[in-house]
């Protein structure tokens, strides 16, 4: 029976340490390490609960090892901080879940990942990078823009007033987010276009879309703007549809596929795609960590849409790094 560490970070854990909703919002619910967990003993798995990078080091230290690692940890400092716990598990040739190091830390920076997309000749939304309230003056795109924190996730930095439609406004917010996040600021030329998250799953050539679905506001939403707030609370303001048939969802998912093969992802994430005002898709993100919650999630909402259960899915993301393990594992 293998063994399948488990890495994660607790949003009930940091927040019992006293960081506040907005700084472990990325983190894990209970709930959605108890699924893990279930699920793969349901599998015929052994499942060990390892936790953060810092149990993982001190238990790799005491000489604990496992023969697949299950990673959704998120990390806490630095833009690296995904790229901690496969920096680890790579140092004692330890195999794990999703996508390696450098591809962790390429894609939690935002720009990062826009130039190796835009360098590969994919659609993505012209943008700037604000490392300091003197640069912002300096900006040189076309309004209305969109401006959000470059190495964050779950929406955080995304509010009604990400969307900027003068330069004063530009200033405000830039200077309210180098202030809040201690990290530069992503501006972007805005998107109009309807929005689209897709899960895919698999590795290099082997990759394949599991789903499509659109981004839609309840007319209740107080705004248009996919946050923070939004996301937190999707179940009140956002309708997720699947994406029918046709030449939008052959346009969508081809860029989804080629940015994630071309970001070299590994085993499942989501792109995140919104049309553009030439009524193109473009790229807006990369998710090579995507969450897992069997309800709440969006990858397995989109499973679930295709009509795959969650216990397929975790199946599905397992057997896809089981393939990098020894023939014996397999």
Known sequence: MLSIGLTYDLRSEYLALGFREDQVAEFDSDATVDALEATLRDLGYRPVRIGH??????RLVEGERWDLVFNIAEGIHGRGR??????????????????????????????????LVRDAGLN????AV???ADEIKRVALRYPLFAKPIAEGTGKGIDRNSRIDS????QTVCEALLQRHHQPVLVEEYLPGREF?????????????????EVNFRPHAQTLIYSYEMKEKCEDFITYT?????????????LALQSYRVLECRDAGRIDIR?????RPAFIEVNPLAGLHPQHSDLPILATQEGWSYRELIKAIVESALLRLEPVHV
Do not use: H, W
Request: proline share 3%.
């Open 130 to 132: 604000i490392r300091s």
């Open 197 to 213: 998250t897709v899960g895919i799953l698999g590795t290099g050539e082997k990759a394949r879309v599991l789903g499509t679905m």
């Open 124 to 127: 993505t939304a012209a943008f």
């Open 242 to 254: 699947r994406l029918a048939e046709g030449p939008l969802k052959s346009a969508v998912t081809e």
């Open 275 to 279: 049309m553009d005002n030439a009524d």
């Open 53 to 58: 990078a810092r149990s993982l080091c001190r």
């Open 82 to 115: 995904e790229a901690q716990v496969p920096a680890l598990l790579e140092l004692y040739d330890i195999p794990y879940t999703f996508s390696d190091t450098l591809v962790c830390a390429a894609t939690l920076d935002k720009a990062v990942t826009k130039r």
């Open 167 to 170: 330069s004063a406004a530009l």
